[in-house]
């Protein structure tokens, strides 16, 4: 099966964490978190359409200047999701510049917070100087977007701090069968990314022509087979609590690739706990409850530095069981 996500992972995992996803079949891109954005070309921030934010510690949100930066003439809104007080941490950082000479330009910021109940939704316009427009809020029943056929859901864990956690996931997964094409003597081009449309659609009017040919959406029946949509799940610091691994276990199960901090040894618990973050131990573990195909350990401590492997084996070896 192709998939309909390509994802990578920006920076070494002793540097500030980011996962760029790009959605191939859209020719967009998410990103979750906003760490040093070194590593993102102006090509890969002018196709990102949303970001995901944990929370605001530095390392997790320092790179928003350099997205604004390159997004101030970008048409279409510039999506940001973060906790509780986000849009208060955007409307700071667009406060801190002065915007005498942006009225024409097109940039909209829609930034989204949550506490675990409810949407908050606050819109900033170059053409007004970033001044902040409230927009009110809508409940939160665990979904943060719905795009057309995807979904990042959310769930909200404790860093001292709220801070959340994602999962991004497509409804549905198209293959189409080249067997069935070749049999009935159609050729691939560009029709079929329309019939992908249609078909996530329920297009049933819909037409298709194909080497001169007019084929109805019926017509075509049987030349794709639909399975289980790609699901990839984001966490960083956790503190190792019960609580905070039943929501993170909940949140990702039966994911793919589960990309989750390890950022301490198990035998420095003791200064995770005074960190609020999990250990490789407790990340094999999650990522064994919940299921997951793939357990992909990132965002280590610098105490480690220079022997990563141990991380990464302790948390494979817990997913392992």
Not at 59 to 84: C, N, Q, T
Not at 109 to 121: F, L, P, R, V
Not at 181 to 199: E, H, M, N, Q, T
Not at 254 to 265: K, M, N, R, S
């Amino acid at each position: 099966m192709k998939p309909s996500f390509h994802v990578r992972v920006c920076n070494s995992p002793f540097e500030d964490p980011g996962l760029l996803v790009r959605v191939l079949r859209e020719g967009r891109s998410l990103m979750f978190d906003l760490g040093c954005a070194s590593s993102l070309s102006t090509r890969d921030i002018l196709k990102t359409s949303d970001y995901f934010v944990s929370h605001t510690h530095v390392d997790h949100f320092i790179g928003f200047d350099a997205v604004l930066r390159v997004s101030l003439r970008k048409e279409g809104p510039l999506r940001f999701y973060g906790p509780a007080g986000f849009a208060d941490r955007v409307e700071a950082k667009l406060r801190s510049y002065t915007w005498n000479l942006t009225a024409d330009y097109p940039a909209v910021i829609e930034a989204y917070e949550t506490d675990g109940s409810c949407i908050k939704k606050v819109l900033f316009r170059a053409r007004t100087s970033f001044a902040r427009e409230d927009k009110g809020t809508t409940p939160f029943g665990g979904a943060l977007m719905r795009d057309g056929s995807l979904t990042v859901s959310a769930v909200v864990i404790d860093h001292q701090i709220p801070c959340l956690a994602f999962s991004l996931e497509e409804d549905f997964h198209i293959n189409i069968d080249k067997a069935a094409l070749i049999s009935r003597g159609l050729s691939v081009g560009p029709w079929l990314g329309a019939y992908k449309k249609a078909l996530r659609k329920g297009g049933d009017s819909c037409c298709f022509t194909i080497d001169g040919r007019a084929y109805s959406f019926q017509e075509l029946e049987g030349i794709a087979r639909i399975t289980r949509g790609q699901k990839i799940s984001y966490v960083v610091d956790a503190f190792g609590s019960e609580e905070n691994i039943r929501k993170i276990v909940g949140l990702s199960q039966g994911a793919d690739v589960l990309y989750i901090e390890t950022y301490f040894l198990d035998k420095d618990r003791g200064r995770a706990r005074e960190r609020y973050h999990l250990t490789a131990r407790e990340a094999g573990r999650i990522a064994r409850e919940a299921g997951v195909g793939k357990l992909e350990p990132i965002h280590f401590s610098p105490r480690y530095t220079g022997m990563p492997a141990r991380l990464v084996e302790e948390a494979q070896q817990e997913f392992r069981g």
